[in-house]
């Protein structure tokens, strides 16, 4: 099984950029594919970001196209989301996931991280 932990999180000003980290243990990283979830106060969790086993393919929510980026480094274990021009509505609790196969957008994730707030100010 592969255990997840995030990390970067925290307060920043709207327009700011945040970085977080998943760290994974446990078995081979480079078998899964890796995808960043985040939950909104009073909504439904929802796909922010993904990428294939090999870094190869990515996937984003519209939402954030062109100012989130994921990236891994299969030698450090280690997935990423790089968050530029942050907004407000940006804030929520953000998650890291992994999963078996090859689709990137979906729900259907096995392994989660316990999750890092993020929370953008206006």
């Known amino acids: 099984q592969v255990q997840l932990v995030e990390s970067g999180g925290g307060l920043v000003q709207a327009g700011g950029s945040l970085r977080l980290s998943c760290a994974a243990s446990g078995r081979i990283f480079s078998s899964y594919v890796m995808g960043w979830f985040r939950q909104a106060p009073g909504k439904e969790r929802e796909f922010v970001a993904g990428m294939s086993r090999s870094g190869s393919m990515t996937d984003y929510a519209d939402s954030v196209k062109g100012r989130f980026t994921i990236s891994r480094d299969n030698a450090k274990n280690t997935v990423y989301l790089q968050m530029n021009n942050l907004k407000p509505e940006d804030t929520a609790i953000y998650y890291c996931?992994?999963?078996?196969?090859?689709?990137?957008?979906?729900?259907?994730?096995?392994?989660w991280g316990q999750g890092t707030q993020v929370t953008v100010s206006s």
């Open positions: 996931a992994a999963k078996a196969g090859l689709i990137i957008m979906t729900m259907e994730y096995r392994y």
